[in-house]
């Protein structure tokens, strides 16, 4: 699927579980959940680093995040998905909700035994996998972006400074972003993980990130080299 194909929005949703019905009141109520949720992450990332002990996900932090995003607007807030779920614009589809207690634990399991991996890897792999599984009938690809960038936060030992945040990157620009899950999918449908093109996207993000904040500290780009 070439970008000019590529859906701007990709979405699941459980209609019966909409408490809020209002376009427009549930636009406000996304909005605001999601600087709670970017809230709720900067805690996670800011209470593990102060632990200062080897960090484990768990599936209480995907499940807590998730339940920031839909807060007062499902109520499958910070809850697993019921049934089934169909991703409109993508060839996937998510496997049965009764397998998805198990497969939240084989990701976190993944992260917690490869912590020596890159940052960007294992940031990559949470990206991709939690949008693979869709564990939620809504806010998956809030809470995968939000995930990640935790998970890359926490194994940098670092809150990231810089703006536009790699979650922000995404968000105006979701076409990259999706077509790195198609690669991903597509690689996994063949019985390989590669992650490889996502991995790319974030640690182009990431350079944006970062340059973000040298030029607000008074930096400037020069052509000259250093040696």
């Not at 809470?143 to 990231?160: D, E, F, H, N, Q």
């Amino acid at each position: 699927m070439t970008n000019s194909e590529t859906p701007a929005q990709r979405h699941s949703r459980a209609d019966d579980a909409e408490l809020i019905t209002d376009p427009d009141m549930k636009a406000q109520a996304e909005a605001l959940n999601g600087l709670r949720q970017y809230d709720a992450g900067l805690a996670t990332i800011q209470a593990a680093l102060e632990r200062g002990e080897p960090f484990k996900l768990r599936l209480s932090h995907i499940l807590g995040l998730q339940r920031e995003a839909l807060a007062g607007i499902s109520s499958y807030a910070g809850n697993f998905r019921p049934a089934g779920v169909a991703i409109e614009g993508s060839k996937h589809e998510p496997p049965g909700a009764h397998l998805v207690p198990e497969l939240i634990e084989e990701l976190c399991d993944y992260v917690n035994d490869n912590w020596d991996k890159t940052p960007i890897h294992l940031a990559a792999y949470v990206m991709w996998r939690l949008n693979w599984i869709h564990p939620f009938a809504d806010g998956n690809g809030r809470t995968s972006r939000i995930t990640s960038y935790v998970v890359l936060c926490i194994r940098l030992k670092a809150v990231l400074p810089g703006l536009p945040t790699i979650p922000d990157q995404i968000t105006s620009n979701r076409n990259p972003y999706f077509d790195a899950l198609d690669a991903a999918d597509a690689a996994f449908r063949e019985g390989r993980v590669d992650v490889s093109k996502m991995e790319q996207l974030l640690s182009d993000m990431l350079a944006r990130q970062l340059h973000g904040i040298y030029e607000q500290a008074g930096g400037v780009t020069s052509n000259a080299s250093i040696e």
